[in-house]
C-alpha cells in the first residue's frame, strides 16, 4: 500500500544560515524520501506559517513515519507537520454506513 503525504516544515534560524551559505535542500529532501523507498512528487518553499511543503509518496505508513522522526531528529526545523493523502469516497461510503446507529446524545 503506497502512502502519499504532504509534509510541512518549518527551518530553525540555524538551518537558513546554512541554506543560506548554498545547502542544497532539494537533493537532501530527494535523498531521504528515496532512502525510505519512496518519490517525491514537488518540493515548494513557501512564505507564511511553513518555509517548506513536500508532496511525496512512501512504500507505507512505517516509512512515512521514520522519514519524519529522521527529519524532526536532526534538529533542523523548528516545527514539522505532515498530512495524510486519502480517497475520500470510501470514507464517505463508511460513513454514510455508520450513520445510521449513531445517536446524539440530545435525541
Do not use: H
Not at 528515496?34 to 518553499?45: D, P, R
Not at 512515512?64 to 498530512?83: D, F, I, K, N, Q
Amino acid at each position: 500500500m503506497s502512502v502519499r503525504c504532504l509534509f510541512f516544515g518549518k527551518y530553525t534560524p540555524e538551518s537558513i544560515k546554512g541554506i543560506m551559505g548554498g545547502s542544497d535542500r532539494m537533493a537532501a529532501v530527494k535523498a531521504v524520501v528515496e532512502a525510505a523507498g519512496g518519490t517525491v512528487n514537488m518540493v515548494s518553499f513557501t512564505r507564511g506559517a511553513y518555509d517548506v511543503v513536500v508532496d511525496m509518496n512512501l512504500p507505507s505508513q512505517e516509512m512515512m513515519m521514520g522519514a519524519m522522526a529522521t527529519v524532526t531528529a536532526s534538529g533542523s526545523m523548528s516545527e514539522t507537520m505532515y498530512l495524510e493523502c486519502v480517497d475520500g469516497d470510501p470514507i464517505w461510503d463508511a460513513a454514510r454506513s455508520i450513520a445510521t446507529a449513531y445517536k446524539p446524545a440530545n435525541a
